[in-house]
């Protein structure tokens, strides 16, 4: 089985306050405070702003949604991350937005750390939203991402 969310990432009060007029815009929670708002195909499609222009290196970030995420970050951090594995095989990408900009990404390396493990890109950009991890975690654990391995997953009547 694959894993392959594509979500929006920030505290959960701000995606809250964000969200509500978007058709499709569909709040998961996360741990640590943090929330997701997956990229199903209502949402990307009532984002999309008829441009062919998105973010360059990501699959499924609607040109247009970038906008939203700088107007939105002026409240606090908003990471934008996709990942896509099959058979333990596959890639991830990141990028985050604040103060109205994008600060950080988008980037699909690992970071190398000297006298530590690489760090992917979906737990870099969940640092710079505050995630901590724990002994044996890496944030993309500690904030439970791998709790569901897709977009509609995160949001049927089951998730809490």
Do not use: C, N
């Not at 920030?10 to 997956?38: F, K, M, N, T």
């Not at 594995?85 to 890639?91: K, L, P």
């Not at 109205?100 to 006298?115: E, Q």
Request: charged letters at 25%; zero cysteines; proline letters at 8%.
């Amino acid at each position: 089985m694959g894993y392959e969310p594509h979500a929006v990432i920030a505290h959960e009060a701000l995606l809250r306050a964000a969200s509500p007029d978007i058709p499709g815009a569909r709040v998961a929670r996360l741990r640590q405070g943090l929330s997701l708002l997956p990229i199903t195909d209502e949402l990307f499609d009532s984002v999309t702003d008829g441009g062919s222009e998105g973010v360059p290196g990501f699959w499924r970030l609607p040109p247009g949604l970038e906008k939203l995420l700088a107007q939105w970050s002026a409240a606090g951090p908003v990471a934008y991350v996709e990942a896509e594995y099959f058979g333990g095989v596959g890639e991830q990408r990141a990028a985050v937005w604040a103060g109205g900009a994008l600060v950080w990404g988008p980037t699909d390396k690992p970071a190398k750390r000297r006298f530590s493990r690489t760090v992917s890109p979906v737990s870099q950009a969940l640092r710079r939203l505050g995630a901590v991890r724990t002994l044996g975690e890496d944030e993309f654990e500690a904030v439970g991402l791998g709790r569901h391995r897709s977009d509609e997953a995160w949001i049927s009547p089951r998730t809490p």
